[in-house]
């Protein structure tokens, strides 16, 4: 089965395609490697895939797994991605190429247009003019926004967002939605939860609160504390996605919505304890109110994913956050 990856040089996008080419899929990655956080990581990430060298726009084989291959381009770019549908003839696209960030949003609005509503319009152009059998691609709880009904379901009616970034990430929803109405394309959307573990994102909390601790200074922890997350383990994610690769929605309309987190909401400080274990130096803590597009509690109801693919997630936050040190420490 021949599969496109786009956001492969991604945290979530590196995971899945190093599971996909073990398991013998061929897999074609697409990743613009922007510069919202670090350039470096990105490219290692590619390396670890065998990509050691990029030109921009030109297909680059990998030097360590034959079904591997990657293209460094920006899916906002409307004739590349169309000539990349093509040329590869797609049977499954993955999108979790975006740009991701609550907080990123309020300083860069037209980064978030640009890749997550111009850039999936794109991809389900491709997936409509060459017909694919099944498009998976990456929403985010934050379309939840301030929901007080807990633990959140796929069900709930959602139309207020507190980001843009979460507005993004609902529009794509019923972006997809719409193109399984009109073309028929089986679309499978999953709400991920505070996604962390090995190579992760920077900018993502675990992994900054790991740099300044390591450096010895503080940490914010916003709403004094009262934040509420539920972390997800990188290799949760990637089985899932996996399962659902070849069960395509069906019926009248072939769109289908997921949760995926962990089904348990932590505490920010619990969490910021469990990381002082594994990293054996207490926090210098500064306690902060709200701030803008945050919300204060994330809780996902995973109940049709179970019915689905049997889901049951394995790593606990405990785990998840010792092997993320231990890959920080080596890493770093």
């Given at each position: ?20 080419l073990?398991?013998?899929y061929?897999?074609a990655?697409?990743d613009?490697l922007?510069?919202?956080?670090s ?9 670890e ?17 034959d079904?591997f ?8 770019k ?5 000539q990349?549908f093509?040329?590869?003839?797609f ?20 980064a978030?247009t640009?890749s997550?509503i111009e850039?999936?319009l794109?991809?389900l ?6 017909p694919?059998k099944?498009l998976?691609y ?16 796929t ?8 980001s843009?970034?979460?507005a993004?990430?609902?529009a794509?929803?019923l ?6 109405h ?8 999953l ?13 993502m909390?675990y992994?900054?609160?790991?740099n ?7 940490i914010?922890?916003y709403?004094n ?7 997800t ?6 089985e ?13 309309v072939?769109s289908e919505l997921f949760?995926?987190g962990?089904?348990?909401?932590v ?9 002082e274990?594994?990293?054996g ?7 902060m ?16 994913l179970k019915?689905?693919?049997n889901y ?5 936050l405990?785990?998840g956050?010792?092997?993320f040190?231990?890959?920080y420490?080596?890493?770093i």
């Amino acid at each position: 089965m021949k599969i496109l990856v786009t956001g492969a040089a991604g945290f979530i996008g590196f995971h899945l395609c190093k599971r996909l080419l073990e398991d013998g899929y061929t897999v074609a990655g697409v990743d613009n490697l922007n510069s919202y956080y670090s350039f470096k990581l990105k490219k290692d990430r590619l390396a670890e895939l065998g990509i050691e060298k990029l030109k921009e726009n030109a297909w680059i084989k990998s030097n360590s797994k034959d079904n591997f291959k990657f293209l460094k381009a920006d899916i906002s770019k409307k004739k590349i991605i169309e000539q990349v549908f093509e040329e590869q003839k797609f049977e499954v696209v993955i999108n979790l190429a975006a740009q991701a960030g609550v907080r990123h949003s309020l300083d860069n609005p037209h980064a978030y247009t640009s890749s997550n509503i111009e850039g999936f319009l794109n991809i389900l152009e491709g997936c409509r003019n060459y017909p694919v059998k099944h498009l998976i691609y990456a929403s985010s709880s934050s379309v939840y926004g301030d929901n007080k009904e807990v633990p959140f379901k796929t069900s709930q009616h959602l139309d207020k967002p507190v980001s843009l970034y979460a507005a993004t990430k609902k529009a794509n929803e019923l972006m997809a939605y719409t193109y399984s109405h009109l073309y028929d394309i089986p679309t499978t959307g999953l709400r991920f939860f505070t996604v962390y573990g090995p190579w992760g994102r920077p900018d993502m909390a675990y992994f900054k609160f790991t740099n300044l601790i390591k450096q010895g200074k503080q940490i914010d922890i916003y709403n004094n504390g009262e934040m509420y997350r539920d972390f997800t383990y990188i290799d949760d994610i990637v089985e899932s996605i996996k399962k659902l690769i070849p069960i395509a929605p069906e019926g009248e309309v072939p769109s289908e919505l997921f949760n995926i987190g962990y089904g348990s909401p932590v505490k920010l400080l619990e969490f910021v304890e469990i990381l002082e274990k594994h990293l054996g130096v207490v926090a210098k803590k500064n306690f902060m109110p709200m701030q803008p597009g945050d919300v204060p509690r994330t809780w996902a109801d995973t109940a049709d994913l179970k019915k689905k693919i049997n889901y049951k997630p394995r790593v606990s936050l405990d785990e998840g956050i010792k092997e993320f040190v231990a890959w920080y420490k080596n890493y770093i």
